[in-house]
């Protein structure tokens, strides 16, 4: 008997009759002898909506401490739902279950509501629950703080709620049920050659997640690598009444350990994330402590950075450009203008919210040369100019204007043989 985590996103959970062939699915393992722990996501659509009726209220008031905190106890509710629902449906399946809101396991996280991070979460209720012979549904994307309020962990955070609750209960495995049926060379929806890969390194899987592949949150395959949590990925939409071994080990392996097949591959997929934005502070001193000073504030202002360039000096003064989320573009430019600017004397700040990142991705890069410049005369080739790059051991991205996007991904697609089948 092994105790199993599944995790079903919001297209699973999209209709009573999905939210059946779920319960049917799980009912198939319970009855093969494993303890089940569920983890369901929002019903399709149902947080947009919450959000954007939110919205029609108090349009006005999105960045204050009260009222993210508002959102998160709305948006919560998605999966309060979903959950109680699935329950119903075990139990109509002779199934003895129970549901859990995140704040009754409880799922403690710190209090930055809307991208709350989980800090620890109590076993013992769900444990003494498996062992009385129930299946065990918690609410996904959500827990509490240190003072009761709910909070959420963000987009995708069901992914993270599931992969955390694995690491805690020490499960033996974690399988995230979504509308694809694996991990893919890129977005079949770009590229129609698109491969999907048996086994992806769990290095390649955070850059990939990273950097703007939406088949994980990033934040749940760093759980994942941290407390070495098996995961895979596979689709709930095939037969939920297919052999439990064949369903087992169908999909895309998250693995830990590096095969002689993953080295002979120099690039494994690649990424892109069209959400992102581009700022430049321009004639900023070229002083100790300007980056500091620059992205510091953006720092405490909750908002992610991702690349970051500082170019050459020319008589004390610099540019320095970073890219952030296109929903903070707006709020960063403000913030730069009203704080940052006067007190670093800068010129002015400027910014491009049309830009996207496209990236390749695979080990194999460590023990290859010339894979960056291949990537570079590949988009030279193609006539698409690069605006900033970045670099690690196993990627390298590159930031090009939106309009470039599906044209770089599909001309890097092919150049790296991404579309041939494998050997």
Known sequence: MALIVHKYGGTSMGSTERIRNVAKRVAKWVRAGHQLVVVPSAMSGETNRLLGLAKELAPAKGHSSAYARELDMLASTGEQASSAMLAIALQAEGLDSVSYAG?????????????????????????????????????GFQGMDEQSNITTLGRGGSDTSAVAIAAALKADECLIYTDVDGVYTTDPRVVAEARRMERVSFEEMLEMASLGSKVLQIRSVEFAGKYKVPLRVLSSFTDWDIDIEQEAKSGTLITFEENETMEQAVVSGIAFNRDEAKISVLGVPDTPGIAYQILGAVADANIEVDVIIQNLSREGKTDFSFTVHRNDFARTMDLLNSTVLPALGAVEVVGDAKICKVSIVGIGMRSHVGVASRMFRVLSEEGINIQMISTSEIKTSVVIDEKYMELAVRALHKAFDLDQPKA
């Not at 444990?127 to 918690?138: F, P, Y």
């Open 103 to 139: 704040w009754q396991v409880a799922i403690r996280t710190n209090n930055a509501y809307t991208k709350a991070r989980i800090e620890s979460i109590d076993d013992r209720k769900v444990r003494a629950d498996l062992a009385a012979g129930k299946v065990v549904v918690i609410t």
